[in-house]
């Protein structure tokens, strides 16, 4: 593996508070969006000339449509209790990525320009002019935050910093400086329909192909269909499943599941992508707009369910929002959840005895979970809070006889974010990201040092690539990382059912 | 009647107002403004008597914050519970007779004023001490805990250095109740106190004391968790669907 350009933090017997290091992480953020991609989304393509001033109307205007942001830039104490929570101050030291600090990079303009004591006594209350300096440190450290709102549980407000970053990439969006990794990717799932630029006859073949495999496997025909008229279920799941290691084998994972259940389903040309950077970016019409492609596609085709694959903002999209942006769904079967996930799917034919999984083809490993902070802080699975963390380790338990959790408080809704959400999957900030991942592998270091694990699953299509890429450079194999369901994939008796 | 007694009776008029039509103009403004997406911390209760169970622990026990720091929550919660104590002891001045629970909490009432004192002076030496929170403190996140510490200690100081006429402070603000202003004493202790009180009943609404309404207001503690089951459109969402 090449040599790296920074120092990874050391990883100790317990997680370390890291000294306050200002400007450790002072850049210039990530690649700057170009006009091209600026305009797909309809931001302007650079920088505009009164920029502070249509920085000023926009975040009056989030000010007006979002009760969070202008609830959150009030209501901070600076009590201190979200210093200590955040993965990237945590790997990085940098005082400005401890959760208030980097909401004071925007409230200290929202107080000068939209409060009496801003406006009045800015120095008494932190207040300032919104400069080019300011805008530049924007860019940098509201690209540091991963959105995964673990501050937020903390918060005895509830502050979520997810929403402040979300606004300011608004705000940036809006004055023509974009994120060039999210805005090429959307503009690719509006033209195309996922965030590969992958079309319809490729995706066709690739599908092909991997269905070949699962033949060359099993010796059975399971198949991957596309644009199924009137199946049952439409599958929406990351593009990187597709073609990524290790998602595809989640994907084989899923197909062995319909296979198995008998149940009819098909993924969409159309809105063949379960992501949905428009959160990223806190544009609410792009979200929208990606949106309503899901909406189309299980319209035309004529499906009766949606089950969303294995991704962890896409589940808060679809969990939390999709009613919201696309609903209502009345045109589907109301017997079923509106979306479901697919490990909710998965839990549901186990617990009917509907598949045939023999734990045992996985005792060359011992397993633990990540819990993807999108599917763990903003949405649920089940009937009863917290369905989110018992589910997919149902699932994982019914597929594996060794299983042990990380610890407690590394866990379920104080899981560590995996260092890559939040539209910074992205090589341009691979530093930040290695060092982001600290918190995470720490706690995989220490049940691989105790229990011997071997694996580490997660249900996020972020996660999956970020782990592939971080844990080599900790010294942990890169295939460490597997999809719940490449569990359940290798677990699975076909041809018993049949 | 003197001028002092004239002007401490016209500011309490002026600072009631401010704090009161303040905190109103934020509270509806925060009221008026729509939450358009579906955001609760998870997870979280699927219903709204759920809601209200969770903004109990909240507000009450401080439960996020608990699980957070141990020492922020101590000293933030003894603060809070103490200054209830303090201002609940304190209806005794506006209160003729004095209703029975009031009454029952008089003899905690010091207790209280020395435990917020001591409180508040944890929480500035921890945010003076501990350098992350230094970091974040901006000179009025000082200043505030300057004025509290002030106010409790001039009110502390009424009880174990200098007494003043309280008799003749409970008749001022009997009358000004009624519009039947009456003198007020000018013992130094006690034009400090008021005025420092005075100066924290106007700054409220223009500060981070706006955390108190604006609690009841977050999304991600407000909201239940039910996006599938019920389609949440705030106004202007429902509009670009017309478009």
């Known amino acids: 593996m090449a040599k790296l350009d920074f120092d990874l933090p050391k990883l100790g017997p317990n997680l370390e508070i890291p000294v306050l290091q200002p400007d450790a992480m002072l850049g210039d953020g990530p690649f700057v969006a170009k006009p091209d991609h600026q305009d797909k989304l309809g931001f302007p393509g650079e920088l505009v000339d009164d920029w502070q001033q249509v920085a000023i109307d926009k975040m009056g205007e989030l000010l007006g449509k979002y009760r969070s942001f202008k609830v959150y830039l009030d209501s901070c104490v600076k009590c201190g209790a979200c210093t200590d929570k955040c993965h990237y101050f945590l790997g990085t030291g940098d005082p400005k990525n401890m959760p208030v600090a980097r909401q004071d990079l925007l409230r200290s303009v ?38 995964c709102r673990r501050c937020s549980v903390f918060c005895p407000y509830g502050i979520d910093t997810a929403e402040i970053s979300m606004a300011a990439r608004d705000i940036m969006d809006a004055v023509g400086k974009g994120q060039k990794y999210c805005n090429e990717i959307i503009g690719k799932v509006h033209k195309i329909g996922n965030n590969l630029g992958l079309p319809e006859p490729a995706l066709i073949d690739t599908l092909e192909g991997l269905e070949e495999d699962i033949k060359d496997d099993t010796g059975i025909d399971v198949k991957l269909p596309v ?72 319209l035309e085709l004529g499906v009766k369910r949606i089950v969303f694959g294995e991704c962890g903002h896409a589940w808060r999209v679809a969990y939390s929002f999709l009613n919201t942006l696309a609903g209502p769904f009345d045109f589907l079967d109301s017997r079923y959840p509106v979306p479901q996930h697919i490990c909710e799917l998965t839990n549901d034919l186990i617990g009917r005895g509907a598949l045939n999984l023999d734990p045992s083809a996985n005792d060359d490993k011992v397993v633990t979970f990540h819990d993807s902070c999108n599917v763990a802080r903003a949405s649920r699975m089940g009937d009863m809070p917290g369905g989110q963390f018992e589910i997919p380790r149902a699932v994982i338990r019914a597929s594996v006889n060794r299983f042990v959790d990380m610890a407690d408080e590394t866990i379920r809704d104080r899981t560590f974010c995996c260092g890559g959400g939040g539209g910074l999957l992205t090589d341009d900030l691979l530093e930040l990201r290695a060092k982001g991942a600290m918190p995470r592998v720490q706690a995989l270091q220490q049940v691989v040092d105790d229990h011997g694990v071997t694996h580490m699953a997660a249900i996020c299509a972020i996660c999956k690539s970020q782990f592939s890429k971080v844990l080599p450079m900790y010294g942990l194999p890169m295939d460490m990382i597997v999809s719940v369901h490449q569990l359940v994939g290798d677990a699975i008796q076909l041809g018993t059912k049949d | ?50 809601v209200v169970v969770r903004m109990a622990e909240e507000v009450l026990l401080f439960r996020s914050l608990f699980r957070s720091n141990k020492w922020i929550w101590l000293f933030g919660f003894a603060f809070h519970a103490a200054l209830a104590v303090v201002l609940a002891r304190h209806l005794r001045y506006f209160t003729e007779p004095v209703w029975l629970p009031v009454q029952l909490i008089q003899p905690f009432g010091i207790y209280a004023g020395l435990a917020m004192v001591g409180a508040l002076a944890m929480l500035w030496l921890r945010r003076l001490a501990v350098s992350r929170v230094r970091y974040i403190s901006a000179p009025s996140d000082h200043l505030w805990l300057l004025l509290l510490i002030l106010i409790g200690a001039s009110g502390l100081a009424m009880k174990f250095v200098a007494h003043t006429d309280i008799v003749a402070v409970k008749a001022f603000f009997l009358g000004l109740l009624v519009f039947d202003w009456q003198p007020l004493p000018t013992d130094p202790l006690l034009l400090l106190h008021l005025t420092l009180v005075l100066a924290l009943m106007i700054a409220f609404p223009f500060s981070k004391l706006l955390h108190a309404p604006g609690v009841f207001f977050s999304p991600s503690r407000n909201q239940a968790d039910d996006p599938r089951e019920r389609r949440h459109l705030a106004p202007w969402a429902a509009e670009l669907e017309n478009r």
Request: hydrophobic share 45%; with cysteine.
């Open chain 2, 1 to 50: 009647m003197s001028v002092t007694s004239i002007l401490f009776a016209l500011a309490f008029y002026v600072a009631t107002a401010v704090l009161v039509f303040g905190l109103l103009h934020r509270i509806v403004d925060y009221a008026r403004t729509p939450a358009p997406l579906k955001i609760p911390t998870t997870p979280a209760p699927t219903t709204r008597s759920g």
């Open chain 1, 227 to 298: 644009d199924v008229q009137g199946a049952e279920v439409m599958l929406v799941t990351p593009s990187a499943d597709f073609f990524a290691e290790p998602h595809i084998d989640g994907l084989i994972g899923y197909a062995k599941v319909f296979h198995q259940a008998g149940i009819s389903w098909t993924i969409s040309s159309y809105a063949s992508e379960a992501a949905n950077f428009g959160m990223f970016i806190g544009n609410y019409e792009n979200m929208r707009k990606v949106s309503q492609r899901i909406r189309t596609a299980a």
């Open chain 1, 110 to 147: 929202y107080r000068r320009y939209f409060t009496f004591a801003g406006k009045h006594f800015p120095k008494l209350v932190g207040a300032r002019d919104l400069t080019e300096d300011v805008l530049d440190e924007w860019y940098n450290y509201f690209h540091q935050c991963s959105q």
